[in-house]
């Protein structure tokens, strides 16, 4: 069973980055769909951005131009790199690891964007 463990949310300005990293134990992303997931309070968790094991990614339309996601299997880590961040951004963020027959979430790391 694999374990993840995000870090790195912390308050920022808008318009400020912050880098974001999910660390896997217990196994090997290499085998599985990586993503980050967000979910701000009263509403539901949402994709925000996902890479496949070949590096395809794809991106939700609020973050395209502004985040980047990225995978080391070396290092068994997932990482978020969010620039131009916006009040619109907070939330907490979840690290997520899938295949067809089993999910894997992480505790999650807040992100909350404010001046």
């Known amino acids: 069973q694999v374990q993840l463990v995000e870090s790195g949310g912390d308050l920022v300005q808008p318009g400020g980055s912050l880098r974001l990293s999910c660390a896997a134990s217990?196994?090997?992303?290499?085998?599985?769909?990586m993503g980050w997931y967000h979910q701000a309070p009263g509403k539901q968790r949402e994709l925000v951005a996902q890479?496949?094991?070949?590096?395809?990614?794809t991106y939700a339309d609020s973050v395209k131009g502004r985040f980047t996601i990225s995978r080391d299997n070396a290092k068994n880590t997932v990482y978020l790199q969010m620039n131009s961040l916006k009040p619109e951004d907070t939330a907490v963020y979840y690290c997520?690891?899938?295949?067809?027959?089993?999910?894997?979430w992480g505790q999650g790391t807040q992100v909350t964007v404010s001046s």
């Open positions: 890479i496949t094991r070949s590096g395809i990614t």
């Open positions: 997520n690891a899938q295949t067809t027959s089993r999910a894997y």
């Open positions: 217990g196994g090997s992303i290499s085998i599985y769909v």
